[in-house]
């Protein structure tokens, strides 16, 4: 059974940064794409970045290019997102997420941005940027 479990949320002022993890188990680590994802109050869940299964490939949102970064240990079948230089924008709920049947149709050249492509999600982690 696949899960996911989200870490590192929190409060921090604006420019400030953070760190996000989701811990995945139920899966082989490098089998599945993964996505993170936000989703503020009163909005729709956006996509943030996603990286392939190797994590040879990612993908940014526009909103979040240059200063987010996300990484994969697939030995620790962990996936990570460093959020630098934050804005108030930015405060949201974030969810990992794991594109399992795309994965098995694609190769590891890409990630889906995507929100249909993913199948499994976490609890998601609260992530607060104010002064």
């Known amino acids: 059974q696949v899960q996911l479990v989200e870490s590192g949320g929190g409060l921090v002022p604006p420019g400030g940064s953070l760190t996000l993890s989701c811990a995945a188990s139920?899966?082989?680590?490098?089998?599945?794409?993964i996505g993170w994802f936000r989703q503020a109050p009163g909005k729709g869940r956006e996509g943030v970045s996603c990286?392939?299964?190797?994590?040879?490939?990612?993908n940014y949102a526009d909103s979040v290019k240059g200063r987010f970064t996300v990484s994969r240990d697939n030995a620790k079948n962990a996936v990570y997102l460093q959020m630098d230089s934050l804005k108030p924008e930015d405060t949201a709920v974030y969810y990992c997420?794991?594109?399992?049947?795309?994965?098995?149709?694609?190769?590891?050249?890409?990630?889906?941005?995507?929100?249909?492509?993913?199948?499994?999600w976490g609890q998601g982690t609260q992530v607060t940027v104010s002064s």
């Open positions: 997420a794991v594109a399992s049947y795309w994965s098995n149709a694609h190769s590891d050249t890409t990630c889906p941005p995507e929100r249909h492509a993913y199948v499994y």
């Open positions: 139920g899966f082989t680590a490098d089998a599945y794409a």
């Open positions: 990286i392939s299964k190797s994590g040879a490939a990612t």
